[in-house]
């Protein structure tokens, strides 16, 4: 196989913090490592590492934050090179492409050093001071500890309803037994991390992941602030792809409720078989009914298509995963030199 080769750009020349507890933490064991997917952030980057810096600093022991590009297009990656440059705590993982919002949360937590790992969104409405409360938790022994939201902020009520619909949807069709305003801002212990990394699939429900593999879990309740800068990045498009991922992902109830229609289908085809025929034993005389016989048809050609979608929809995805690509291309990792290449993963370079 022809070896890849990338020229990675150098970050700026910006004058280093001049903290020996900083720059000496890069040889000793990392107790907290933060991750961080980013998707065109430009604007949320310089607060959100000002606030995570913090954050650290007031951990009081060895931290790292772990920023991951799924791809931007705008200056978020040459802001976070800048961010490394002037805090090493800083770690920076940059995608060949757009690999998508659980993917890149994926790559942040194979590359975590930390006891305890906290993912959170790069858009400021995962606080980075509810950290604190999380590490509390841990402490005390839970090892996943995961935000609640109690207020969906600046969302439509039409986004509420499909949210609490879904997580209804899941709860039922599925073992995934997580509230409707929990998502991806969480903490989670080495050992349970360690658990979630054996897990490879391709098609991703990163928090549907976490409540199948179990460990003591708990809840924190938080209202999200408005976002710091920007729009949502998840599309409705994108979500209804994650909402396809979580259910067929963890649950064979679309296949059960193809295979229940189609015997129902079935069933009423054959009563009205026999209806025929006893009244043609019967003599009754009938006239063909053009409109009805061109209605049963569709309804049948119908529920033939529904059922092979639904087969075809798990086939593609047994044919993706037989594949075995990587999940994801990191072209280059910066701060990660030395970090284990796990499986189902392509790291270009390590800076």
């Known amino acids: 196989m022809q070896e890849l080769t990338l020229i990675t750009q150098e970050p700026p020349a910006l004058a ?61 990656y040459p802001l976070m090179l800048e961010l490394r440059a002037r805090d090493p705590r800083f770690k920076v993982i940059s995608f060949s492409r757009n690999f998508g919002h659980q993917v890149a949360i994926t790559a942040g937590l194979d590359a975590a050093a930390g006891k305890a790992i906290v993912i959170m969104d790069g ?61 991806d801002f969480r903490l989670v212990d080495r050992s349970a991390l360690e658990a979630f990394k054996a897990l490879r699939e391709g098609n991703r429900f990163v928090r549907g992941m976490w409540d199948w593999i179990g460990f003591k879990q708990f809840g924190i309740p938080y209202t999200p602030p408005e976002r710091y800068e920007g729009k949502p990045k998840y599309s409705a498009r994108k979500l209804l792809r994650l909402a396809l991922d979580g259910i067929l992902s963890f649950s064979n109830l679309p296949l059960r409720a193809a295979l229940t229609v189609g015997t129902v289908v079935s069933l009423l085809s054959f009563a009205l078989g026999l209806s025929a025929l006893g009244s043609r034993l019967l003599g009754q005389h009938l006239v063909p009914g053009w409109t009805t016989l061109m209605l049963v048809t569709s309804f049948g050609i119908g529920i033939q298509l529904i059922v092979l979608g639904v087969l075809g929809e798990y086939i593609g995805r047994i044919y993706e995963e037989v594949k075995a690509r990587p999940i994801y291309i990191a072209r280059a990792r910066h701060g990660l030199v030395g970090r284990a290449v796990p499986a189902r993963a392509a790291i270009v370079d390590d800076v």
């Open 16 to 76: 280093l913090v001049d903290d020996p507890r900083i720059e000496a933490q890069e040889d000793v064991a990392i107790v907290y490592s933060v991750v961080v997917p980013m998707l065109n952030e430009q604007g949320t980057v310089g607060a959100l590492g000002l606030r995570l810096a913090q954050v650290m600093d007031e951990l009081a022991e060895p931290s790292e934050v772990i920023l991951v590009d799924d791809g931007s297009t705008d200056g978020t």
């Open 123 to 183: 858009d400021l409405q995962h606080p980075p001071e509810l950290v604190h409360e999380m590490v509390a938790r841990w402490n005390e022994g839970y090892e996943i500890v995961y935000g609640v939201q109690v207020a969906r902020t600046g969302q439509s009520f039409a986004k509420r309803s499909t949210a609490s619909l879904f997580y209804r949807l899941l709860r039922v069709s599925t073992q995934i037994q997580a509230p409707a305003g929990a998502g």
